[in-house]
């Protein structure tokens, strides 16, 4: 298959940068599906076999990595500011209906993991969105605070993090801090043992310009991040909500409590196994097989 380098303006004038998989097995213009990956994440991370897989079902895609990380734009590098990203979605989606090979009625969006909760803020405000995937979805900054770092810890991590923004206000570089560790104990982003297992893997494999580092404000942005609370106004957009059983990044009763919120039509998939299956072995078969239909579906393949 053949797959085009692709670039267009994000927030900020930020270049933001991907590839367009053309549909195969059907008429132009075609239904199309945008996709971006989760916190860190670029493309390059498994992303491609979902873009094949839906090309393959006669959809466009667009694939995407987020400013300021990996072959996008934007400074400070590492910096993850969800608002910006869910604002970049929208912008893929413009770039997307300005190609005479894509279809503008018929946009698909899809997100995994913190992207997850970027589909659901984006299908909730933007109708030109008629079918969204939440793929294992982020879903509370407030709640990933309370489950992921120990209580006794929260106090040190704010004042880390009050110190950072005063050191940033008086000109100082971004405090920096790792995603993943070896060790379950260090203070990283994510210090859960399979998110080391799976991010050390996938870059080693397939993505060399992943960096197990995030700015320290990184960490204070997606605390204040909070899309499970669109999830009431994505109605009437079909949305399909996958989760994963034993999910400890994110939180799987989280997901659950918000697609109870959602409204008709909706629909569940539960994974059997953690966060990072929906990516790779039978997951991937089953999730991709899933969204695919969700797609095929309601974007009238």
Known sequence: MTRQDIEFPGERGVTLRGWFYPAQHGSSPAPTIVMSHGASGVKEMHLDDYAEYFAQAGLNVVVYDHQNFGDSDGVPRQELDPVLQYRDLRNAITYAITRADVDASRIGIWGSSLSGGHALMVAAIDKRVKAVVSQVPFISGSGMLSRAIRPDF???????????????FNGGDPTMLGIVDAD??????MPQPDAYEWFSKTAADRAPNWKNELTARSLELVIEYEPGGSVEHISPTPLLMIVAADDT???????LDAYERAREPKQILVLPGGHFDAYTGPGFEKCASAARDHFVKHLRV
Not at 154 to 165: E, G, I, K, Q, S
Not at 249 to 255: I, K, L, T
């Open 184 to 189: 379950p104990t260090a203070q990283v982003a």
């Open 154 to 168: 929260v106090p040190y991590t704010r004042a880390a993090l009050n110190a950072d923004r005063l050191h940033r």
């Open 249 to 255: 990044v994110a939180y799987f009763q989280s997901a």
